[in-house]
Nanobody
Framework: QPQLVESGGGLVQPGGSLRLSCAVS????????VTWFRQASDRENEGVAC??????NYADSVEGRFTISRGNAGDAVYLQMDSLESEDTGVYFC???????????????????WGQGTQVTVSS
């Protein structure tokens, strides 16, 4: 059974940094796209960064500030978040694409396994 477990969230001041981790088991992130989504209380679920097989995509709102990467063993995906803004506040989830070697997209319906989420709060 595929599982994803997020960690690394917390409270940070505007302009600060956080690094989120998504530990995966039951599959390899080398063969399935993994995407970070976030859910703010006043906004819809938003895809922010995806890493697939030879492709990486970012939402416009985080381009140049966030960096997604994958562990060499394919057992973890990371999200380095720099220059954080209050608008980045939310619960961050990682999710696995339904199909191996599938597209790296931000439609939540394309993902079948999700982690429990980790809270990120950007506030002074």
């Amino acid at each position: 059974q595929p599982q994803l477990v997020e960690s690394g969230g917390g409270l940070v001041q505007p302009g600060g940094s956080l690094r989120l981790s998504c530990a995966v088991s039951g599959f390899s992130a080398k063969y399935y796209a993994v995407t970070w989504f976030r859910q703010a209380s006043d906004r819809e679920n938003e895809g922010v960064a995806c890493i697939g097989q030879g492709v990486i995509n970012y939402a416009d709102s985080v381009e140049g500030r966030f960096t997604i990467s994958r562990g060499n063993a394919g057992d973890a995906v990371y999200l380095q978040m720099d220059s954080l803004e209050s608008e980045d506040t939310g619960v961050y989830f990682c999710a696995r694409a339904r199909r191996s070697f599938g597209p790296c997209v931000f439609e939540s319906s394309e993902y079948d396994y999700w982690g429990q989420g980790t809270q990120v709060t950007v506030s002074s």
